[in-house]
Structures are given as structure tokens and as C-alpha cells.
């Protein structure tokens, strides 16, 4: 008998060119959407946040997310 797996595997890759954006998973990007090389868009209120890899990262685009009055699936405190 075979067990079905309990969780989800994601490979992911990573190339050497800093320059590309890599293959990278977070859960950020399941409610922000990349709209340039530099910024995201909140899919709940639309805004515009710094999204630059290398300079930002996602730790100011998940903080917009916990705060959006907009956003059902926000950290309760």
C-alpha cells in the first residue's frame, strides 16, 4: 500500500547571476505580485512596495502584509 505524501515539496533553483532574479519561494509572493525589477503590488489594497532582491527583500513587503487593513489572511496580535 502507498501512503500519500503529507506535505509539498517546492525545488527550487538558484543561478550565480545576482544580476537575474533567482527562482525563490516565500510565502510573500502568494498575496504580492512583482510589477518591475524593483517593486511589488499588495494584491489586497494595491499598493506599491520596494521589492528589490538584494536591497529590500521581502521583510518589508511581509510587514505590509501583517499591517494592510485589507488583508484577510493578517497576523492576529
Known amino acids: 500500500m502507498s501512503h500519500a505524501p503529507t506535505s509539498t515539496t517546492i525545488e527550487v533553483e538558484v543561478g550565480d547571476n545576482k544580476n537575474k ?6 510565502d510573500v509572493w502568494l498575496e504580492m505580485t512583482r510589477i518591475s525589477e524593483t517593486h511589488a503590488q499588495c494584491r489586497h489594497c494595491k499598493g506599491k512596495y520596494a521589492a528589490q532582491n538584494d536591497v529590500n527583500g521581502t521583510t518589508g513587503l511581509r510587514k505590509h502584509l501583517n499591517r494592510c487593513p485589507k488583508n484577510p489572511n493578517k497576523k492576529k496580535d
Open 21 to 26: 532574479h533567482d527562482k525563490v519561494i516565500s
